[in-house]
């Protein structure tokens, strides 16, 4: 148990090295939807193995051992030392802790995000512009979700910028973004290696996001000259 528990945890640590890289290599929607989920498949891997040492120090008391199919003798001849399944434990509790706490926090900014924009009037279809001289935009996810662009950030760009915005907005909405780096930000708290990897996927949402704004902008200038 105590050599598979290793494997285990060194493909987990040549993950975490290699993500990154991969993330910067591959094409950025490709990135984006190979390393959230995989980050956090192997977010759940590690908590797994770590979970398992930990009851082979858990399953050797007697009335746990009477409830299960398992010998504690066995189990105590096999299992690693009681410290070290000890702190496996508490990496899961952390874990645990630590990945709730990160969905509490996004799921209450988004609630609050939602409320705020319930009663804006939108522009377009998804569109708000609020009267704010801060240059600031942003999307909130679906399944409400919404471009929210400042008027501070609007008169600062001109006609052509304000179109690669918005297309760059819209391909934040149209593929749910913010959902993918929910995603690779819960397998970074539950496993800190992990971190590059989430920083990756969020580098790689931002590129797909520019290239499909460069798509667009393109095709728009290609129609206007067909037109003129």
Do not use: K
């Not at 070290?84 to 609630?111: E, K, Q």
């Not at 600031?136 to 179109?163: M, Q, Y």
């Not at 580098?203 to 520019?210: L, N, Y």
């Amino acid at each position: 148990m105590t050599d598979a528990a290793l494997i285990g945890i060194a493909v987990i640590v040549v993950y975490a090295v290699v993500a990154p890289g991969l993330g910067r290599r591959l094409p950025p929607a490709t990135a984006t939807r190979l390393l959230a989920p995989a980050s956090l498949f192997v977010a759940a891997s590690g908590v797994f193995i770590l979970a398992v040492v930990a009851f082979t120090w858990v399953g050797q008391d007697p009335e746990i051992a009477e409830r299960g199919a398992w010998s504690s003798a066995v189990l105590r001849t096999n299992s690693p030392p009681a410290a070290a399944a000890a702190i496996c434990g508490a990496l899961v509790l952390v874990a645990a802790i630590s990945a709730t706490l990160t969905m509490v926090r996004r799921i209450r900014a988004l609630v609050g995000v939602h409320r705020a924009c319930r009663g804006l009037t939108a522009t377009s279809d998804v569109v708000v512009v609020v009267d704010d001289p801060r240059p600031e935009a942003f999307t909130t996810p679906r399944p409400l979700g919404r471009i929210v662009v400042t008027t501070g950030l609007l008169s600062v760009l001109r006609s052509d910028e304000r179109r690669a915005l918005l297309a760059h907005e819209r391909s934040h909405l149209a593929h749910d973004h913010a959902w993918w780096r929910l995603m690779a930000e819960v397998a970074a708290a539950v496993n800190p290696l992990l971190r590059p990897a989430s920083r990756s996927v969020a580098t790689a949402v931002e590129r797909w996001a520019d290239e499909d704004a460069a798509r667009a902008v393109l095709r728009m200038a290609d129609l206007r000259r067909e037109l003129t």
